[in-house]
């Protein structure tokens, strides 16, 4: 299966926490905490549709302002995810500025957060340019059982509240599921390839009915007029499998609670970013910071049934001995290699 989910750690190992995903055919990008964006060309920066923020320590939340300068004069919608108090955050930095000149910008720019809580439902608000960013409540988002969150085109999100002495969100990012064209079988009909084919897939995704009409063409131009097929008959041209899916779980102390929560968010990830601050015995000190050690990002990885681990957030304390960390984390995990 070709991947279609492409993340990228920021900053390494040891930097601030961050993970930027594309999405195969999707024009938007996903952030996942917003702390070092250096690394991010504003060609990166201004795709991000969606900026999922685990909690708002300096090093998850200080890349806030070079994003908002680059969006200044584009007419965007931006939706963040962040947990509870964060709207009041993100005002609180928005105000940070002055917007007199707001009115004289064409293009508006909307921020739209959820704040997702451990019960209840979740508050939602925005914050236009041309409302000078001040807050306007939106009808709360009811407490999703499986804790979804929202979707982004195909892709969704899902959050789990976890415990680092404040609310801190570990999130899962998935496709629903993952389609392919067998193209065996289009030589195998003598249909041809082409544009046509996208709408095929919408077609079985979204569950049309057999008599669906899908037009057939190889150019768009070709589309009005195009010879049609009813769904039934272009089904088996489809390879439908389940998405891939992606893991980000940081900052959480080491406790029965975080880990069923941490392990139910991770289940099955085919890539797992987890943080593994502190070595196997460093433990105290580990759960005194309420962080985990290495051993315990490999057991929950293990735990979770994870099949890439990408351990990350390592402690400055170990300077140079991050094959060690490394190796603790894999020896955890039941893995040959993190």
């Known amino acids: 299966m070709r991947p279609s989910l492409h993340p990228r750690l920021l900053n390494g190992r040891t930097g601030d926490p961050g993970v930027y995903v594309e999405a195969l055919h999707l024009p938007d990008a996903v952030l996942l905490d917003c702390g070092d964006l250096s690394s991010l060309s504003p060609r990166h920066l201004l795709r991000v549709g969606l900026v999922a923020v685990s909690h708002a320590h300096m090093d998850h939340w200080a890349g ?12 965007k919608r931006l939706r963040l995810v962040g947990p509870a108090g964060f709207a009041q955050r993100l005002f609180h930095r928005l105000q940070a500025y002055t917007w007199n000149l707001a009115n004289r910008i064409p293009a508006d720019l909307s921020f739209e957060v959820t704040e997702v809580q451990a019960a209840g439902s979740w508050p939602r608000t925005r914050f236009r340019l041309h409302g000078g960013f001040q807050p306007e409540p939106m009808p709360a988002q009811p407490a999703s059982p499986d804790g979804t969150v929202l979707h982004l085109g195909p892709l969704r999100l899902r959050a789990a509240v976890l415990d680092h002495g404040t609310p801190c969100l570990g999130f899962a990012l998935e496709e629903e599921a993952h389609l392919n064209v067998w193209r065996n079988r289009l030589a195998e009909q003598g249909l041809p390839t082409g544009p046509w084919l996208s709408a095929l897939k919408a077609a079985v995704m979204a569950g049309r009915p057999d008599d669906e009409p899908i ?26 499998t389940p998405g891939q899916r992606l893991a980000y779980l940081t900052d959480f102390a ?13 289940r099955d990830a085919d890539i797992l970013f987890i943080e593994a601050p502190f070595a196997a015995a460093d433990a105290e000190i580990a759960l005194d910071r309420r962080h985990l050690t290495t051993r315990a990002a490999g057991e929950i990885a293990r735990a979770a049934g994870a099949r890439r681990i990408e351990p990350f957030h390592f402690s400055p304390r170990y300077a140079g001995e991050e094959e060690r960390l490394l190796a603790e984390v894999a ?3 039941g893995h040959g290699d993190p």
């Open 215 to 240: 037009p057939i063409y190889a150019r768009r131009g070709e589309a009005p007029g195009a010879p049609v097929q009813p769904l039934g008959q272009l089904r088996g041209l489809i390879g439908v």
């Open 64 to 75: 806030f302002d070079r994003l908002l300068r680059l969006l200044i004069g584009r007419e």
């Open 254 to 266: 080491d406790l029965p609670a975080n880990r069923a929560a941490a392990i139910a968010l991770a």
């Open 331 to 333: 020896q955890a995990a």
